[in-house]
DNA sequence: ACTGGCACTCCGAGAGCGGGAGTGCCAAAC
DNA sequence: GTTTGGCACTCCCGCTCTCGGAGTGCCAGT
């Protein structure tokens, strides 16, 4: 393929996001410097026609990139355009005054929504790929606990828990010993096998109560293993229009089915740092004209993934941009927190 | 006003409900029982718009309610439907599913959107009018503890803490036990107070850490004020078509801010344990066309607020059934895990 | 006080009509 | 053989116009 016409292709799909109107010939050849006419550009869109990469709504409108032709464009055109020095700065700022892990999270979705003017979606740490940073037992009753397992990104999950008989404070502080003995350090998808033998480890007098909290832990560390995101952003739907013909209302009622979100976010290539999704690409029905930016975080490991999604007609390079920007810094700041 | 008149407006306003384009005289005449003619009609309807109840969008075509019709509507016309019994028993049952408060806050809020086909809102249970039921120190590192609150409505916070000095174990549990003795039971609102002299009833050793203790746990009481909410049924907006005009931007715009979500719901008429905010009343400009309808919940007194919100064309009757008694089971729920 | 009749209003859907933007193709030029 | 200007053609989109229908207000009669 030609260099021109990929510099045409280019140029539609540039044109085409800024406007959202298909474009011709003759804006190609005039607003970009390619040197040619428009009736050479005219013989290079229909190349590109035929080879799939745009298409024309109708006879005589200018054309529009297909799902193709922005992947082409993304995997071989799109310069990342770098955030300037004052969103680094702003990023940084706003990240670094973050609490907790809860605001952490809080603040990343914000940010990303506003820097791209999309919907953000950030995934909690996930339990699955975390470990146990420390377990305690909060006695609030004699016959009842409070179960609060914390994890090495700083997720804080907790239960509460009736027991069989009644413990001394003591007893608890045994359990609370015994249990972080097992778990401190390990990786919760080990926990599991662990939590099994945790009963028979106890000394006799300590066994039941020893296995009602087995059970809680168990339940714990397996049930909210559906993963928790935030969403936000949700108003910028709107500014796309053409969404508002008749997949708005899906696509927001799949922003609070945690499962869809997952499915958009999870199937990440493994080992790319960022993925891209394009329109059919998300197999997701819903999503056939939507695309979805992801990428992973963590300390070292990844740990959790972030994203962005808008029409297929979003700015790539900006959008690629600011998700890549974003995660960085949110790792940077679970490192330190480490 | 007439007996009959009343019953007309009824009539509009559950036509316009149900069929949501403007109700002329002979359909109020044939489809309510009123014994009289569509003439007659017309001329209580001719009154009902010079008392403002009722306008017209254009000559010529049917009557629509003015927010002042749907007040009197719900304060004198609108018998409250109650909920089938198996849409009781279904609420029972979900929400007896929920394993922490979190999970209750989720549930309700699900529920509430889809009991009425809306967006719901549900305030966690505020810090403010909560009481300190527990607190407990983790030690992490010999320099850094988070802090665990546990209130008597269940919610949890926490906060990392970076200690001036070591601790040792030992000293941990003594500055936990000083917390507790100190705060526990009391109402959050009278904590500051008591969090001031905390560093003085330390012994000398630790004076330092129990002020750096001391002033996160300010921070966390009062930064934590800020309420909050969880939302759910976003997508309901779009059921209503009128909404897409200009309002659906602002409207998913507000509900991503929680200072005019807390305004919506806050507000409450103290006293009243169910509110309904029709149009301008609400005093927020976006929400001119909304309506809100929200209920206290709490274990004996409101600890929050929860409620729907949707275009002032709704099913009143049912929408305000539906926010009573899940906001009845919830405050049940809560009374229970006390 | 209620009713049937009637003239009037006005919305909104549908048809019809250019203008304009964009195309494809061709023959000439570089 | 690639590029270019010219040209006929297509088809969308926004415009006006028309017309039917639903609904009203008023009046005279019961």
Known sequence: MDDRKLEVLRAIVEDYVATQEPVGSKAVSQRHALGVSAATV??????????????????????????????????????IKPLSAAERRAVHRFLAEAIDLDDVVTRTVRLLSQLTHQVAVVQYPSLNRSTVRHLELVALTPTRVMLVMITDTGRVEQRLLDLPAELAEDDVLELRRLINEQLQGKPLVDAPDIIGDLAELARPGLRDSASALARVLLETVVSRTEERVAVAGAANLTRHTAYFAGSLRTILEALEEEVVLMQLLGRTDSGALLTVRIGDENEIDDFRETAVVTAGYGPGAVVGHMGVLGPTRMDYPGTIAAVRAVARYVSEILEQNR
Chains 1, 2 share one sequence.
């Open 42 to 79: 005219r013989n290079d869109m229909a190349y590109l026609e035929e080879a799939g990469y745009i298409h024309q709504p109708h006879t005589s409108a200018g054309r529009i990139p297909t799902d193709k032709g922005y992947r082409l464009f993304v995997d071989r055109l799109g310069k």
